[in-house]
């Protein structure tokens, strides 16, 4: 059976050591031991997998494979770009043709690759020495990027900064309880009380602060490298013990490359420090159930959580590792698994409560209230001058119009919500071409506004030229950008689906958990606010699954059916 990189023998009881080794070619602190249910895949603990075990394997491979089939549709025929202050999302044609013929000459090179590495012919293989040049020379690019644009925040990355300023300096008003506008000039007055869910992001940025005082905006961004490879790494880690990769280092490199999301390292947010930390949290909770170690337990429910206080739509991620643990407890029967799914919600339930108190001792005001997060669904459900879904400022006017009273708000949201659902079921026709047109606006955006977010900041202070040409739409490296983005987008799609075709019956449970987080994702977004830089936290997510299956389909193709090692790394 083909997994990932590698073949194991089906039905035999063998044992292999396999040492995981890091990108420096070390020799990591722990051994794995793989085992026959890995080749036969039939359950992550050896022993027979369940009735039960197996129906939800099959339904969420269904759901995922409907959701792919539909973004491959989707991507392959529509291309979505979004320029410009206003924001606003321009729908286009795409060729699917041309991804077809890309995909065959993909597909081809990475035939005859395979093909030159059996025969021994293949000189184009990376050392290790080169990998770890190569990942230093990604990360000397990103770094340079930033120093050449070296963007100072706005909007909420400005008032989540400007707040955690006005926290040390003594100034509470970002707490004050009345509305926050978004004017001219813009100070916090009422930013952290109108959103609360900024809080968490609010105190790290304070301490960054506290280090870094007025470089803190580039202290941030520098910083995102390293949550960027520490995410990616954890990711990659995953992957490897997921589908069986012998390697790391194809698929970090891939992931580490990924530039639509690699350029949020300029967003002063909560991204990638919520990336890193959700990624952690994933892969230490993968490995308490695999060795029942609480060490690691603890330091996935605490990862989970701080990524969740940075940026609540990783809350999704949370909601999985939870969905995951509780179903280890029933598939296998042990009630520890179902303990640490409860203690993980504690954990966030009280981190959540730990920072609000602090907050209230620090500022002598109440950090509750704010704009309902029900306003955010009633907005993703209307249209706006920006696309369907989009911000059309509806969370500002309803609380403003409600005399900035939460309990008012609520009520008031309900209303709407309703008359929003009883308009959609009376016209299901208009419902479902709403839907449609903003799964489009925010999957069929192939650069995830990852230029977007960097045009409204400014021109860059050295080399404009070359930036404004990336940037602005019609320049020459933008045309470029944007047409490898949609043909990479379009690929990562077919690669995650062609993974669930080569797997089949075979497929386990735990390598899906990515797969209900992406799911998770895409359903939230369809009724939440939407935007590109929303998802594209998301799609990263597909990678690993796109890496494993176009390696199974090029050894498929090049006719080999076992004892070879096989993958996508080999053709990199």
């Given amino acids: 059976y083909v997994s990932g990189d590698v073949i194991e023998p089906i039905g035999r009881d063998y044992k292999s050591k396999y040492t995981e080794k890091s990108i420096t070619g070390r020799k990591a602190d722990r051994e794995y031991k793989a085992k026959p249910y890995i080749a036969a895949g039939i359950s992550g603990r050896g022993g027979p997998v369940t009735v039960l075990e197996r129906l939800c394997t099959v339904f969420v491979q269904f759901l995922f494979g409907a959701v792919l089939l539909f973004l491959i549709a989707i991507s392959a025929t529509v291309t979505c770009i979004v320029y410009g202050g206003e924001e606003k999302v321009q729908y286009g044609p795409d060729q699917p043709v041309v991804h077809i013929l890309l995909l065959i000459v993909f597909l081809a090179a990475g035939v005859w690759f395979y093909r030159k590495r059996r025969i021994g012919a293949d000189r184009f293989s990376l050392t290790a020495r080169q990998y770890r040049r190569l990942i230093i020379a990604v990360a000397g690019f990103y770094l340079i990027w930033l120093l050449i644009t070296m963007y100072w925040p706005n909007s909420d990355q400005r008032m989540a900064m400007e707040s955690a300023r006005s926290l040390l300096s003594g100034d509470y008003s970002p707490w004050d309880a009345v509305g926050f506008v978004y004017a001219s000039p813009m100070v916090p007055l009422g930013y952290a009380y ?120 990783y809350l999704i991620v949370l909601v999985a590792l939870v969905i995951y643990l509780l179903s280890e407890g029933v598939f296998r029967r042990k009630a520890r698994f179902l303990a640490a799914a409860v203690l993980m919600i504690l954990v966030y339930m009280g981190s959540g409560r730990l920072m609000n108190m602090v907050l209230e001792q620090a500022t002598g005001r109440p950090v509750s209230g704010g704009i309902p997060m029900t306003a955010w669904v009633e907005m993703g459900l209307q249209e706006g001058s920006r696309g369907p879904g989009w911000y059309n400022g509806y969370n500002v006017s309803v609380f403003a119009g409600n005399d900035d009273d939460t309990e008012k708000t609520k009520e008031a949201i309900r209303e709407d919500l309703m008359d929003t659902i009883t308009q959609f079921a009376a016209q299901p026709e208009e419902a479902a071409d709403f839907f449609l047109r903003k799964a489009q606006s925010i999957w069929a955006e192939p650069t995830f506004q990852s230029l977007w977010i960097q045009e409204v900041k400014g021109g860059s202070w050295l080399l404009p030229g070359m930036t404004d040409s990336l940037l602005k739409e019609g320049g020459l490296l933008n045309r470029l950008y944007l047409g490898v983005c949609n043909w990479f987008q379009t690929f990562i799609y077919m690669g995650a689906f062609l993974f669930l075709l080569f797997a089949g019956r075979k497929l386990r449970w735990e390598q899906l958990i990515p797969a209900v987080i992406f799911i998770g994702g895409f359903l939230f977004h369809m009724a939440w606010e939407g935007k590109g830089q929303y998802t594209i936290c998301y799609f990263i997510l597909l990678i690993p699954y796109a890496y494993a299956g176009f390696g199974q389909t090029i050894q498929w193709l090049a006719g080999s059916r076992g004892g070879q090692e096989t993958g996508l790394h080999k053709t990199i």
């Fill in 194 to 313: 109108t959103y609360p869910s900024q809080n968490g992001l609010i105190l790290f940025l304070a301490v960054i602060v506290m280090i870094f005082r007025d470089l803190t905006p580039y202290a941030v961004q520098i910083l995102n490298i390293g949550f960027l490879f520490g995410g990616v790494y954890f990711l990659s880690c995953l992957a490897v013990r997921l589908f069986g990769l012998k390697s790391i280092r194809g698929i970090l490199i891939l992931t580490f490359a990924c530039l639509p999301f690699a350029f949020y390292i300029t967003f002063v947010y909560g991204t990638m420090p919520g990336f890193c930390l959700s990624s952690a949290a994933l892969y230490f909770v993968y490995r308490y159930i695999e060795t029942e170690k609480l060490s690691r337990f603890f330091i996935a429910a605490v990862t989970a959580a701080v990524s969740v206080l940075l940026k609540s739509n």
